[in-house]
Nanobody, 124 residues
Framework: QVQLVESGGGLVQPGGSLRLTCAAS????????VGWFRQAPGKEREGVSC????????DYAASVKGRFTISRDNAKNTVYLQMNSLKPEDTAVYYC?????????????????WGQGTQVTVSS
């Protein structure tokens, strides 16, 4: 069964950190570029970050640059999103998506596989 599963979300205070995990099964994630998206209530989905399959090149949305770090462990078929200095405006459901093609800036060129999402809430 081909799927992506996100985990690691939760409730955190402003200034705190979380690490999200995107785990693939049924296919080799290392052949895919992978991006993270988020969607807050009442807002459109927005791209957050993308990491290439070839050389691990990364890119970030301006709103998270310097605070979030995307990385991958191909041996574990997994991509991570380390989120530091979290702000209330980072509150959203976070999704990962894989493309067989490349990143187009900080979003995957296509959305071949999607996860079900993990909730991140930043609140005091």
């Amino acid at each position: 069964q081909v799927q992506l599963v996100e985990s690691g979300g939760g409730l955190v205070q402003p200034g705190g950190s979380l690490r999200l995990t995107c785990a693939a099964s049924g296919f080799t994630l290392g052949y895919y570029a992978v991006g993270w998206f988020r969607q807050a209530p009442g807002k459109e989905r927005e791209g957050v970050s993308c990491i290439s399959s070839s050389d691990g090149t990364t890119d970030y949305a301006a709103s998270v640059k310097g605070r979030f770090t995307i990385s991958r462990d191909n041996a574990k078929n997994t991509v991570y999103l380390q989120m530091n200095s979290l702000k209330p405006e980072d509150t959203a459901v976070y999704y990962c998506a894989a493309t067989y093609y490349v990143c187009s800036g900080y979003v995957p060129m296509t959305l071949d596989y999607w996860g079900q999402g993990t909730q991140v809430t930043v609140s005091s």
